[in-house]
């Protein structure tokens, strides 16, 4: 994946992994996405886990990134 180190093109890259749901190459590349992506796409990428079924993973990016309402650790 080293043709693609733009935060724009890991986002789409990871969602359409996710849309068609090909989770074993969405996972790893959802992490690298997040780490390379920057805090201004974190809640996007938080929104695609949601949305895909990954509500736990979502709510370790929220958390990471301070923006989770939910008081656990």
Do not use: I
Request: aromatic residues 10%; hydrophobic residues 35%.
């Amino acid at each position: 994946m080293t043709h693609t180190a733009h935060p724009e093109g890991l986002v789409r890259l990871t969602e359409n992994a996710y849309q068609r749901l090909l989770y074993s190459y969405a996972d790893p590349l959802m992490d690298w996405t997040f780490e390379l992506a920057g805090p201004g796409y974190q809640g996007g990428l938080a929104d695609v886990l949601a949305e895909y079924g990954r509500g736990e993973r979502a709510t370790a990016v929220l958390q990471a990134t301070g923006e989770s309402d939910d008081p656990s650790p």
